[in-house]
């Protein structure tokens, strides 16, 4: 359902709404209003929301990510122009906290994310096309299975039994069995779609990035070419932030982030750092001017997610720079 030209141009009020997504219903808020509506996590229960929205000139939608069951909100939200922030659970109840509201119910987190939309004005984002969500849930069970694997190897080696022995071994033949199959079914979904497979080809062309870290960002790291160079840093975590009071001034911090995306960043800025090149130079002049390791190395972390960021964004391959 799209708005009007008669809708559109109608003078009103602006207001922001939230919802408060789960399995089988919505509840829905909208800021500085007695709205509040409880419908059925439906298309039919969407489309009456979608008519409040319209009705009261929403300018921005805020809702949680809950797995698959906001998935259909986000695109019929977006389908009708309204635009939508999907925001980080962790940080709306932070700010539910500051305002003092500690009790919590379905009608009151609609509430508080309909105010969060209000005073906090997160960015509104397309929803992630289905390629895209496939990639994510795949490479999210890949991530189970290294995890898996890693256990039962520790296991096995602290066994002395026979019996045991025999059925660790058997869970991880079956388990490295599994992660390869994810692996092949990311290969191919990557190789099927244009603009995947323009990304990881983007990707894999700077040095020290290979196609496991590749597939990594191109899963959790959607923003890539899509913000500009402060933000894409501060989403993995390797922005320096500052940590100051009073007279005091602190060291700078990195905070928070997608802690995946920058373990395996890590790997690369280690792989950087140990072959002759532009990376490996900084590093060694970031020692040199008295940083910590620690520092430096996160340094280069920030360098390479941000030369990864511009690629895509340019469409660009990585070229050496001429001496």
């Known amino acids: 359902m799209s708005r009007t030209q008669d809708q559109i141009n109608q003078p009103a009020a602006t207001h922001y709404a939230g919802i408060d997504v789960s399995k089988d219903k919505l509840d829905f808020a909208i800021h500085n209003t007695d709205i509040h509506l409880t419908v059925p996590n439906s298309r039919r229960g969407l489309q009456k929301l979608i008519r409040q929205c319209i009705l009261h000139s929403v300018e921005l939608l805020v809702l949680e990510p809950t797995g698959k069951f906001h998935r259909l909100t986000h695109e019929l939200f977006h389908e009708a122009e309204i635009p939508v922030a999907v925001v980080n659970p962790f940080r709306s109840r932070k700010f539910a906290d500051s ?13 508080i994310l309909a105010r969060y939309a209000a005073l906090i004005k997160p960015r509104s984002s397309a929803p992630i096309s289905d390629r895209n969500s496939a990639l994510k849930e795949l490479q999210a069970g890949r991530r189970q299975l290294v995890d898996e694997i890693g256990d039962l190897k520790r296991k096995l080696k602290a066994s002395l039994h026979s019996l045991p022995i025999r059925q660790l071994k058997a869970r991880l033949k079956l388990a490295e069995k599994q992660k390869s199959a994810l692996e092949e079914e990311v290969s191919n979904l990557i190789q099927s779609e244009t603009g995947l497979k323009s990304k990881f080809q983007i990707l894999t062309s700077i040095p020290n990035i290979g196609s496991t870290t590749a597939t990594l960002m191109l899963a959790d790291l959607s923003e890539l070419g899509q913000v500009n160079c402060r933000q894409i840093a501060a989403l993995v975590g390797v922005a320096p932030m500052n940590w100051d009071g009073g007279t005091r001034q602190g060291s700078r911090i990195t905070r928070r982030g997608r802690p995946h ?32 390791p620690k520092v430096a190395l996160t340094a280069i972390m920030r360098k390479l997610v941000i030369l990864a960021n511009t690629l895509i964004a340019e469409k660009r391959h990585w070229r050496p720079s001429k001496p």
Do not use: E, F
């Open 99 to 111: 305002m003092g509201q500690l009790a919590k119910t379905d009608k009151i987190d609609a509430q």
């Open 261 to 292: 995306i920058r373990k395996a960043l890590y790997m690369c800025a280690v792989s950087a750092i140990g072959r002759p090149g532009s990376h490996a130079d900084s590093y060694r002049r970031l020692i040199q001017r008295g940083k910590p």
